[in-house]
């Protein structure tokens, strides 16, 4: 009996210590991340508007007014720790080209929550259903998500509330630290403290989620960033905001119109990958790539959103 009890002392010491001390440090800033946006004129950045979620909780969400005849909708999601603000320039262009655009502070970003957290995984899906339903996006509408945002959408496409919306755009997405296109902590941008997540996942797998509040991701923002942004992800927010763990069951699932835009200078995610995932997939959206250019400025250069607004118009007459 002694061994036994022995074993598991030792692997109950070793779970609470990869909990207690496995978690992230902050990497070093990353330049071609943070130092983009501070070209971007937000002077003219729309006012906050605010939905409830089902549980209470106010949201936060930008909305621009298409110029001339509406054509329908784009809902944007930003990517890991930022807000509403970075999809500006795409919402700008989507508006001037006719959509109605919404630009939506993710709970736990932005003013939306407290920054790194939600209460549960799944919160975020339950939150996009609510928006659909509070606000009510024109149709024909796109739900478009970059990088983990972009993970998310799929994540939303591949879901029960699919249907909310008639297509879908992944603009560089995040797909799993495991997938082909995945580079060593995403080319230096977050730091992962994968004995806590490895731990915490052992716990929940028991029913336990009490230390779930605890951070497993931190960004690698400069310190100025840091005070505007979200610095790090608890659990619960780095389960959710992203596609289901296995991301290729979750790309089969998915029954709306879908395209896949990256660039091919990408120096997050090895982008050339993505058209081989979607296609050992078993499907045939359209992927494309854009020469030399990198992963915040598919978001911001002229050239590269003007092909966005052409992949949610080809989505849009899909459906």
């Excluded at 909708?73 to 655009?101: D, F, Q, R």
């Amino acid at each position: 009996m002694l061994i036994p009890v022995l074993i598991f002392v030792v692997a109950l010491l070793a779970l609470a210590g990869s909990i207690a001390f496995g978690g992230p440090t902050p990497p070093a800033p990353m330049a071609t991340i943070n130092d983009p946006f501070r070209s971007v004129d937000f002077s003219d950045l729309p006012p906050v508007l605010i939905f409830q979620a089902s549980d209470g909780q106010p949201l936060a969400y930008r909305e621009y007014v298409p110029v001339g005849v509406q054509r329908g909708s784009v809902t944007l999601i930003h990517g890991s720790s930022a807000s509403s603000n970075s999809m500006h320039p795409m919402a700008k262009a989507l508006a001037a080209a006719g959509y109605k655009a919404f630009a939506l502070d993710m709970r736990g970003h932005g003013q939306s929550g407290a920054k790194g957290h939600i209460r549960h995984i799944g919160q975020l899906d339950s939150d996009l259903a609510d928006f659909v339903r509070a606000v009510r996006p024109p149709q024909p509408s796109t739900l478009a998500g970059f990088s983990s945002g972009g993970g998310f959408v799929l994540r939303f496409a591949g879901g029960e509330n699919q249907s909310l919306f008639g297509s879908y755009l992944l603009l560089s997405p995040f797909l799993s630290e495991s997938a082909p296109n995945q580079r060593p902590g995403s080319g230096g941008w977050v730091n992962v403290g994968v004995p806590r997540i490895i731990g915490l996942a052992v716990l929940n797998s028991l029913g336990i989620r009490a230390f779930n509040w605890l951070p497993v991701a931190s960004f690698a923002l400069n310190e100025q960033a840091r005070t505007l942004l979200t610095p790090e992800y608890d659990f619960n927010l780095a389960m959710n905001f992203r596609p289901e763990r296995d991301y290729v069951a979750n790309i089969q699932r998915v029954a709306k119109p879908c395209a896949v835009l990256a660039g091919a200078a990408d120096e997050a995610f090895r982008t050339e990958k993505l058209e081989e995932i979607v296609r050992a997939a078993g499907k045939g959206w359209e992927v494309e790539l854009l020469p030399n250019v990198g992963h915040i400025p598919l978001t911001l250069e002229p050239s590269a959103v003007a092909v966005m607004v052409r992949h949610v118009r080809k989505l849009q007459q899909a459906v």
